[in-house]
Structures are given as C-alpha cells and as structure tokens.
C-alpha cells in the first residue's frame, strides 16, 4: 500500500506507547508479526481500526499505530459490530482473550460469528487470566492448579474451535506465537476472508501459566503431536511417519513408515465443514502417540454475504420501495387536521 | 321502529374499554383516539395491559383496558373515573365498575356474563351482576354483542373463532354511534390491515357498521357530541409517545447530517421504538437488534466511534445492563443516546406499568465519577422534543445523554401540532477543524474535545477506558491527572446547563405559598390540578423540570420565592432527594407507587393539604 509514494515498513503501525506486556511474553511476538505483515495487506492506515476488551491481549491497539479502542471487558464483537454496521470501509481487527472472549465475552462472540461481518476476530488464547494474577480461565484444563482451584480445576474447558463451527463461523483458523511465519500467513488469510475470520493464537503467558503450549511449540515434541494443515494437500505430520486417513467419518492414524500409501490419505479441504468439524475435535490435552495430532492452519473457510452487505441491501431496498426518506412528510404523518 | 333518541353536548366524556387481553381492545381504543383526533378533539389516552400476551381467559388478571379523555376543552390527563365502561366480560365490569361515574353509561356484552365467565372471574355464578345494577346508578347498555355479531357475520366463509374476533369492531361501532364519530378513518385502517384478506375485511367492516346501527335501532336514550376543540390554530396529528421518540431521533440524525445508528434489545415497553426504526431505512437509518442489551449499547457506542449517531433504548432492567458501558461512554466522551422507557421495578417488577424510579439510576447508577446528561419527556409529543434535544446534546457536547420516558406516555396518545423540518434547529458536530495539531483529548471554550473519525488520514488515535492524560488521552496513572480528569468531566458536564434556555413557569405567579414541581409524565396531572387549586383561589404555581441532569442554573432562585416546594413523583421521592439535597428549600415529597398514573385530583387534594385547607 502506498502511503505518499513510499510503501508502509512495519515501523508506520508502531504507536510511541511504551509496551507494557513482561519481558518474554507471547504477545510481543504477536505484535511483532501482525505489524510485519501490515504492510503486505494493502490497508491503508487510515482505514485500520483495532478493537479490544480488556486483559493483557486487549493492551494491543495501544501499540498500534491506527485507530483503536480499548472497550470494556467482553465486548470489543460488539463494539467491532457496530463499528463496521456503520463503515462497512473501515478494516476492522478485534483483540480477545480466552477470558475476554470466551468467558465475559462468549454472547457477544458467537453471535458476532453467526452475523459474520467482514472483521477479523484474534483470540489470544493463554489459558489463564493473566491480567488479574493468575486464576483458571474457560480454557484451562481440567485439574488445572491455580491461585483460584488451589485443588484443581473442575471446570470442562472450551474447545475455541469446534465452538466457533458451532457457531457457524465462516472463517476458522489455528495458530501460535512462537512460528512467526505461519502466525503472519494465517493473519494474511483472515484478512483476506470476506466474512469474519476467527483466529486461535496459542500464546505463552511466561508468568503464569509458561509452557502450556510446549507440547505444540517445543523443537523436541510439536512434529509428534501437531499437524499443518495445507489445502489439497495429504495430511501428514511427525516428519513424514505419519498421516490420518478417514474410514467413513472416523479418522485415523496411520504409519506411513509401514508401507502405507499417501493416496489413501485424508486430504485437505477447508471448505469441507464436517472434516472441519472433525478436525477441531482432536483436542486431547495430553499428547501421545496414539493421540491426534493438534492441527494448526486453516481448518474452515466459507464464503457468506456478510452481514454489513445485507444490512446496507435493506437500506437500498427501503429507499427503492418507500423513496430517499422526507422528514416533513414523516412528522405529518397520514392523517392530519387543521384548527382554525 | 327508531326512537326518539336525545341528543347532549358535552365538553369532555371519558371512555374505559375493557376486556380480555386477546378481544382486541387496545387496537379500539387506538382507533377511538384517531378518529377522535381527526374530529378536532383534544384527548389523552392511557392503555392499561397485563404483562402476559395472553393471561388466562376470562380472569380479572387477563383484563386489557384502554381509557380516553377527550373533549372541546384542553385535556391533560386520561381522566379519572371515567363516564363510559365497555365491558367485554365480567371480569373487565369486575375490575373496572368501581372507577365509573354515578350516572355513568355502561356498554356490557351480554355473552361475557355467563357462568363460566362469573366462575372465572371470581364472582357468584348465581347472580348476573347485570342484573344487580340500578337505573338510578348508571345507565345500562345490555348487548348481546356476540350473539348480533355472529349473526351479522353468518354467510361469510369463517369459523366461529374469527367471526368473535371483530367483536371488538362491533363495540366501536356502537360507541361511535353514541358519540357521533366518522367510521371513515376506522374503515380506511380496516382496508389497509386486511387488504389480503377481503374475507376478514369484510367481517371486520361488517361488525364496525352493525354495531353502529344498532344504535339506530335499541332504545337508545342519548347521544353525545362534543365539540372541537379550540386547540391552537394550526396543523395537527395524533401521536404515540414511542412514535414521537422515534421520529425525534430520525430528525436530529438528519439535522445534524449523521447516519442514525439504533442498536436495541427487545424490552417492554421500548420496542416500539425499534420496530418503528426499522420501517424507516429510507432515512438512513441502520437498526441492529442485539443479542443483549450490552450488546446493544457498546455496538452503538462502535457506530459513534465510527462516524454515526449511536442510540439505544432500553427499559430499568436494560440500563442497569448498560451500566458499565455507560462509564465507557463518559470516558470515550463520544456521541450517544440512551433511552430508559420507565416501567415499574425493581428487578423485572411491573413490565407493563408506568413508574419514574429510574431517576437516580440515570443521575447516578454507574461506578467511579460518572456525570451523563439527563432529560426526560413530559408527555407523548414531548418525546419527539425531548430526543431531539438528547441527540443535539450529545453530538454538540460531545456526550453520552439519558432520555427518560416511561410506559404511560411511551404508550399514551395525544393531538400534536407538529413543527415544520425547516423550524428544528440545526446540530452541529465539533469536527476537527484541522488548524493545530491533533490531541484527543484537547478541548475547546465548553471543554468539548473534537470528534475525529476512523478513516480521516493522519489523524489516527487510540481511545479507551483507562484514564487518560489531560490532552493527549494516552493512558495515564498519574495521581494529579486523574484528579483532574474527573474535574473536567463533571465540569464539562456542569457547563452544558449554562446553555439551558430560562425555566419557564406553567401556571401560577412567581413567588407565593407553594411550588409544585414536576419532571416527566406526572406533566399533565399536576397540570390540571394546579389549575383547578388557582381556580379554587389556592396559592400555588407549576414548574415542571425537562433537565434533571445537571440541574437548571436557575432552579434554586425560582424555588426560594416560594415557602413550600410540592414534589409529586411516581417513585419513592428521587427529585425530592436531588433539590433537598441541592437546595435549602422545604420539600414535601408526594409519591405514588402503583404503577399508575397520578389522578389530578389525587394531586389537588395534597395541594390542598399543603393550603391547610
Ligand atoms: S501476565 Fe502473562 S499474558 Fe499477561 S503480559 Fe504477562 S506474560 Fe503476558
């Protein structure tokens, strides 16, 4: 995007705040690649609206050199709803957490999901309240010891994924902090969905709740136990070894060291909602060999009028079928009298 | 075989329908008060429903009433006790026949006295109480009104239900007959509402003109007719309250050249309001119904940091949802409209009654040091004044603005003399000017920070809940700044009354013995009840407040020309709790808290007792 002849560097989205996240958190290197892949998106910086809750992700538009706000707890899909109801122009980003979007905020978010306006939603998912010092959040898993379940967690966690298909939203998507390319390639396919695209970020919280993603980030364990979702391609994970195939609706692990062949394999489709379906459902919080690898990527994306689109369709229809409103004719109404 | 029928004039009559909430009894009562409007009467209406759709048949607490006050004088209230009762079924005679005048006429549906419909209103099945009323107490109108109606209706292709279904048509039709009314308008709505169904049209039309000739053909004793009346010359309509509120807030949105934004959960009695919205995208106008009400709030707040003019409505329950993004709204000190259509609390309390217990609420109800601008609406036309002044408060100030109204006029009707598009004034929104350099938070002569959209090119900004720094509005902890940032906000808020226009005394002289004061729909009850205690010789004056927040600069002088200020509200004493505790005055407080209007003459009588009298 040009901006007075020159192109955008990542430095033109940098707010002069201060960024006030601690040392080693996962949300610096969120920020880092969201303004890294700015200016590769075409927006021009005076369309770009971030919108965010509150929690420690939702500090985020302060750092952005955009507009923004930084709403109140839970309800930056409604502020982000109304936002761009009123200008379907703006590109419209909103910041979320597991706490802000899945427990205060989950209405909001599930129906900003069915409406699918063109926004983009980022939850950054922690699987703690770090704002507040540490208490279980809605994806914590169970047992989960924390200053608030000092005896464990007794709360089944959300499945972000498989909520959101539930919620039918058009655009589905996983990814983590600590693979920069991959984070900044899915931020640029949500962007590019016309709808709302709704994107899981596992993100460190180094302070309480560190290492909670390190089976799917650690060099020694993610091939085992995470799968990179390419579309049309085979699924295949673990450096080759292996691979899932589909028996029916059942999915499979299989060895490819055995001989199996890559052509029976399941291959990807992210306009298919049941395998999407399917996908977001291997969400076992302890890996293994037997288990289903963690996918990341794309798992679902749709193409859906959007709902500022049919908002604005009525507003032509009103003013084709009842004519461009007249405020005298309004007020006076059908039926008048004169008093002499 | 007509009889010689008498002919009165009156210059005021009182009408109450009453029924069951499924015999179509608000949809009369709203077709009496419009054609009553067209003939030049001057009326107030008050629909009384119960909370269920459809409450058990036949019980008292399934009654539907609607009650008129019209005249050739100038009305202010639906009245007291009413002249007229229409009684469907016993349990509406049962709930309604205290309140009627001695003397008063009684229209009865035979058919709604039998036993079943004593049992379950409760009353001795052995005893028509028809049966029981004296001549010399009222004048009784016996009619077998679904019986003539199923007759009038038998060769038309319909079950028994739908052809009982316009008794209510014949009812109107009777009662036009007694007051000479016009079918026209009644006629022309019935077309337009059953216009694909010429079958149900034509029962409906049937039932109207049967009823009305019945009169022609009882022994009816009298009829009425009454006057125009000597309104102000000019122009007039019928208007709704939420109507009213609705139309306000279209015409400041066009005034000040802003897209209206109204994002609104279904609550009773605030729907009409969105419903009425969202028949009138042709003025620009964008209607969102929300998931919740806090949903409704922050997407309006969304569409006024986006450019639009956001508006929500809501009842008691509603707001004190809304309350955390109401602080935001102060804080962000962006453009917004809030309307709380009262209703009888607290928790869900009373969804269909009318009650002003929101006021502190509204003044108050938010955590740290909140001010938003109060106003609220006086009557049913008043409401079209009332949101356009919230919306040009916000847009101008820049501010979040609370409208009060409540059930009895958001539902109630009266003739309007309407203005003229060209007559509203203009609002004007403090746009960045682009001269100096761009602070957020950078405030001009009434500490109106300037409004900078998303979209405008090097102006990009951050705005949040979080304090901020004096002018830049980046986030700030600082102990002094804080301080002063709660400083100017009330101060900006203080100074919005310095704009006011003076008060202006209904009735009564400037100084004297007692001030009765009012905000909101007590309006018209204390209205006629002052005039009636001047005329009675009584020393007191009306002062009736639309700014509740902050209070009139001239407020204080006004009331210390008076020994006593009456405060007559529908809540527990709120307003009275604001003056006493801003004025050294000597209040009496007069509350109700039924749910119900104030009668005048409730209003009179505490006068009186403040007269010593
Ligand atoms: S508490 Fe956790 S999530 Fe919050 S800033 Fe610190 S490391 Fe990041």
Known sequence: MERNGTAYSSKDFSSDQDVRWCPGCGDYSILKQMQTVLPELGINRKDLVFISGIGCSSRFPYYMNSYGMHSIHGRAPAVATGLKAANPELSVWVITGDGDGLSIGGNHLIHALRRNLDINILLFNNEIY????????????LGKYTKSSPLGSI?????????????????????????????????????????????????????????????????????????ILQQGQPLVYDGGNKGLRLDGLKPQIVDLTEGFSQSELWVHDEKDATKAHILSRFFNHEPGPDKFPRPFGILYSEDRFTYEEAMQNQLDKALELQGKGNLDELIRGKSTWEVE | MTMTTREEKRSKVTIHFAGDSGDGIQLAGSQFTLTTALQGNDLSTFPDFPAEIRAPIGTVAGVSGFQINFGSEEINTPGSNPDVLVAMNAAAFKKNIRNLKKGGIIIANEAGFDKRNLRLAHMDESVNPLDEVRASDYQLYRVDITKLNREALQDLELGMKERDRSRNMFALGFVYWLFHRNLDPTLQFLTHKFQTDPIVLEANIRALKKGYHYGETIEAVKRYSIESAKLKPGTYRNIVGNQALAMGLIAASQKAGLNLFYAGYPITPASDILHFLSRHKNFNVKTFQAEDEIAAITAAIGASFGGSMGVTATSGPGMALKGEALGLAVMLELPLVIVNVQRGGPSTGLPTKTEQADLLQAVYGRNGESPIPVIAARSPSDCFWVAFEASRMAVEYMTPVIVLSDGYIANGAEPWRFPKSDDLGKIQAPYFSGKEEYLPYKRNDKLVRSWVLPGQEGLEHRIGGLEKEKETGNVSYDPENHEEMVKIRAERIARIADDY?????????????????????????????VRNAISEGLEVSQLHLRHVFPLPNDLGDIISGYDQVLIPELNNGQLSKLIRQEYDASVTAFNKIQGLPFRADEVLEKIRELHGA
Do not use: M
Not at chain 1, 130 to 141: D, H, I, R, V
Not at chain 1, 181 to 204: C, F
Not at chain 2, 511 to 525: N, Y
């Open chain 1, 130 to 141: 770090g704002l507040t010092k540490g208490q279980y959040s809605p994806t914590s898993e």
């Open chain 1, 155 to 227: 709360d089944h966690p959300f499945n972000p994924l498989s909520l959101a298909l539930g919620a039918d939203a058009t655009f589905v998507a996983r990814t983590v902090d600590r693979d920069p390319t991959h984070l900044r390639e899915v931020l640029k396919r949500a962007h590019e969905h016309k709808g709302t695209s709704y994107v899981e970020i596992y993100q460190n919280c180094n302070v309480f709740n560190d290492g909670a993603f390190e089976p799917w980030t650690d060099k020694k364990q993610r091939d085992a136990n995470s799968i």
């Open chain 2, 501 to 529: 226009p003076a008060l202006e005394r209904i009735q009564g002289p400037p100084k004297g013995r007692v001030l009765v004061l009012g905000w909101g729909s007590t309006f018209g009850s204390i209205k006629v009840a």
